[in-house]
């Protein structure tokens, strides 16, 4: 069974620009997450779709959005980028929401902002 | 306010020893807490979630203990090997119904010398 993919796994962009983020979820998981790590804060919780339904999101600005299309698949989008936007960006996905199901994670794709 | 911590030092452990990482939390009160791996450039792995009526979960050379009245967390890998080298992130859910994501640690990056 194939595992997250997301992609690209590498972007560059500048500030002021837009960006978007994809992936596909192991097949058959309904719930898909995303996540922002960065050295200094870690991992954090950005916001989680299923059934193409946003269930809450993380402390983040509203230039963070998301959506989540019939097939589970799942883009993120970022406007306006900032320096502070560098990060590494990790989507998750499991096979229901019920939050006692392991998070399985694709690779993520490194933004860098210049 | 609420926190998650892991020793953020990195843990230098002899090959063959057993290496003990902690997780400590404060203001949650989580029904079970999950252990993940990450190695450079990948998303996290998945290893062990523990329920806050388990005291200890085993798999193969990884047992995790669960002292909900210390607030506390151990990670222990036995018989350590060089291939153990990687960041260990604990994570909980805050809201125990999973709509707000999960909550990670900052991770301990564990060095297994050879």
């Known amino acids: 069974k194939a595992g997250v993919t997301q992609t690209p796994r590498y972007l560059i962009k500048t500030r002021g620009q837009q960006v978007t983020l994809s992936c596909s979820p192991i097949?058959?998981?309904?719930?898909v997450s995303w996540y922002q790590q960065t050295p200094g804060q870690g991992l954090q919780f950005l916001f989680e779709y299923f059934s193409e339904t946003q269930r809450n999101k993380g402390n983040f600005p509203g230039r963070f959005s998301g959506r989540q299309f019939s097939n589970s698949r799942s883009e993120m989008n970022v406007s306006t980028l900032e320096l502070g936007d560098s990060a590494l960006y990790l989507c998750?996905?499991?096979?229901?929401?019920?939050?006692?199901?392991?998070?399985?994670f694709g690779d993520g794709t490194r933004l860098s902002i210049l | 306010s609420q926190k998650i911590e892991q020793n953020s030092e990195a843990l230098n452990i002899q090959e063959g020893k057993t290496a003990t990482l902690t997780c400590n939390y404060t203001n949650y009160s989580p029904a079970y807490l999950q252990w993940y791996r990450q190695d450079p450039g990948r998303g996290p792995v998945f290893l062990l979630l523990i329920r806050e009526n388990e005291k200890e979960k085993r798999k193969e050379r990884l047992k995790v203990t669960f002292d909900t009245t210390l607030k506390q967390s151990l990670f222990h890998i036995t018989a350590s090997q060089p291939a153990d080298s990687a960041t260990y992130l604990c994570a909980l859910d805050p809201s125990g119904g999973g709509a707000d994501g999960l909550t990670f640690g900052k991770g301990t990056h564990l060095i297994i010398q050879p």
């Open positions: 998750a996905s499991r096979l229901t929401e019920d939050s006692n199901q392991p998070q399985h």
């Open positions: 097949s058959g998981h309904r719930s």
